[in-house]
């Protein structure tokens, strides 16, 4: 029932700033936590950042500084501002929600998450 999907993904020279966006759908009254993940070929699944109805944030080491988690709760969309870009930031990038909130530990481990887009690619060239 909960749908999500991204957009904004593209190309980017390095150093440069990207802002990839999450629609969700179907939450009803339940509250949900979203998170940002990324995937590279080859690679596992990686959490990057994360937050809550509290508005209480995760980030990863990798993407400290850099990165930004955010939500407009009336639109239900969810985004990841993105600065600074590297080329090993380059991924397919997905959104995902679970259910209530996450406990620190969790919030950034892609098995705690039941619902997931499909994905927005990001590269970032030398």
């Known amino acids: 029932q909960v749908h999500l999907v991204e957009s904004g993904g593209g190309s980017v020279q390095a150093g440069g700033s990207l802002r990839l966006s999450c629609a969700a759908s179907g939450f009803g009254d339940s509250t949900y936590c979203m998170g940002w993940f990324r995937q590279a070929p080859g690679k596992e699944r990686e959490g990057v950042a994360y937050?809550?109805?509290?508005?209480?944030?995760s980030y990863a080491d990798s993407v400290k500084g850099r990165f930004t988690i955010s939500q407009d709760n009336a639109k239900n969309m969810l985004y990841l501002h993105m600065n600074s870009l590297k080329s090993e930031d380059t991924a397919m990038y997905y959104c995902?929600?679970?259910?209530?909130?996450?406990?620190?530990?969790?919030?950034?481990?892609?098995?705690?998450?039941?619902?997931w887009g499909q994905g927005t690619q990001v590269t970032v060239s030398q």
């Open positions: 995902a929600a679970a259910p209530g909130r996450l406990s620190a530990w969790l919030r950034l481990r892609p098995y705690a998450y039941a619902h």
């Open positions: 937050i809550d109805n509290d508005g209480s944030t």
